[in-house]
């Protein structure tokens, strides 16, 4: 199934709704594209590396007679624009978002939006530690994977054509509950950037010389890099996941510091030995 | 200065023993490279690669009548082979180590050797996931940083001669106290694979599917495949450094648990805020 769009409207120019702009262009799957924003400079930005045509400050007046509406905002504004959109936008509308987390933004639009729900959650999981319109590039999307939201309200066709989108810009897409999404990616993405910042954190407190730092750390911190606001939003939005993970992070490092209190050596190998088995399986290698 | 050992004898003969045999063989810095292992099949497998000429299952035996000992065995064994060889070698013989913790053995070495000190520490900042003498490379140490022992009971010629050995096969020396090195690996290497073993661990449990598995995971995790054995030993000889460390990251750990239980937006932005100026500044960039 391929789709074209005749009018798409992206709030957020910054990476992700850069490069959907740019990717949609490329691949003559939009007409037409307004982008949205709160600030001027960025939208001027997006539409002279040619991601968007037109530019909007205002979300409502933007999203008129769109056909397409991709929210690419942080994850805690993601719900504010659904209620701001609800009554402006005509019911065929098709509208989906990029946030990180779906559980709280999918059960808002179950609960708030017109049936048959055109609203479908999509994480796609693309972007890097870059952000703003400047990084946005036509194939942020191609090889990635996105994920999208299985809901029985959701409007099959909808559904379609924003799988056919995903794909249409080079994603493979994996659909999931907005429930296990948010589980799984606590633990696979949340979780690991908590720890991240607070290894930066114990590290930073050795004040050690740079010249003697390895690869290790550079690799094991490398998503401490990404924007404390995007990272705040997120553990937000998947907050009792998020904590769930956190018990289990402090249950295991607990468990090491004992195993290391006693010198337990054969503790603390099982240990490693699970983890690098744990990581394994988890990357299904 | 360039220095040419006449018989190099190599304790240990896996990815970092084997591939310092070829690295000497390939710059001209030794005559003769004997290698000694407790299996012989290792010892084999080093030799058909070319990294050492001569093969011994007998410490004693293999290190005689060498001019330089290096001792490439796990952190853990290092103390254990400095006692076998004490009264088995001429006290001109210079004798390094590549362990990964240093003040133990420094400290043992210092306590039990001949003076005027001819063995000198070395922790060598390469390798990786991969272990054992089939993935030796004689460009192993090359661009790499070379952390070398000061202690002002070494003799300071068999000092120079270590700083040149490793300089030699290409890489960059750093001299530091073995205290200040152990500290410092604490929270830059040893706590960062403890962390991402506690991740992998944390994240195994929500089992996901692995094409949900961005790639943050992957490299937040990547050191966790490292050897158990080779992390153990490295843990159990940097107990108490490390052990403060695993207190401050739980502290860390907590923080977030606290402002996310609290739903605490600008303090949870601050921990990401500060953990990626952390990391920035660790990193020097």
């Known amino acids: 199934m391929k789709t074209r769009f005749q009018r798409v409207a992206i709030i957020g120019v910054g990476l992700l709704g850069g490069s959907l ?3 949609l262009k490329q691949h003559g799957l ?12 960025s939208l001027n930005m997006a539409k002279d590396v040619g991601a968007i045509d037109e530019t909007f400050l205002d979300v409502r007046q933007g999203a008129a007679g769109a ?7 942080p994850a805690q504004d993601v719900i504010h624009q659904l209620d701001t959109l609800r009554d402006a936008v005509d019911p065929e509308t098709i509208v989906t ?16 939006w017109p049936q048959p729900l055109r609203f479908i959650g999509s994480h796609p999981m693309a972007g890097s530690e870059k952000f703003g319109p400047a990084h946005a590039r036509a194939d942020l999307y191609e090889g990635s994977v996105c994920l999208v939201e299985t809901n029985e309200l959701a409007d099959p066709v909808s559904r379609d054509q924003i799988v056919a989108l995903w794909e249409g810009v080079g994603a493979r897409v994996v659909n999931v509950s907005p429930e296990e999404h948010d589980a799984i990616l606590a633990r696979t993405s949340h979780l690991p950037h908590v720890a991240a910042a607070a290894v930066a954190l114990a590290a930073i407190r050795c004040a050690p010389d740079s010249a003697m730092v390895g690869p290790g750390f550079r690799d094991t911190t490398r998503v401490a890099d990404g924007r404390a606001e995007l990272w705040r939003d997120i553990c937000l939005t998947n907050r009792d996941a998020l904590l769930e993970g956190l018990e289990d992070l402090q249950q295991t490092l607990h468990d090491f510091q004992s195993a290391l209190e006693h010198s337990d050596s054969a503790t603390l190998e099982q240990l490693f030995q699970d983890g690098r088995e744990a990581r394994r399986k988890v990357l299904g290698s």
Chains 1, 2 share one sequence.
């Open 30 to 41: 939009a007409a037409h594209v307004v982008g949205i924003g709160r600030r001027q400079a």
């Open 97 to 112: 978002d990029v946030a990180s987390t779906k559980a709280s933004i999918c059960a808002h639009a179950t609960a708030t």
């Open 67 to 73: 056909d397409l509406i991709a929210i690419c905002t």
């Open 21 to 23: 702009g740019l990717a």
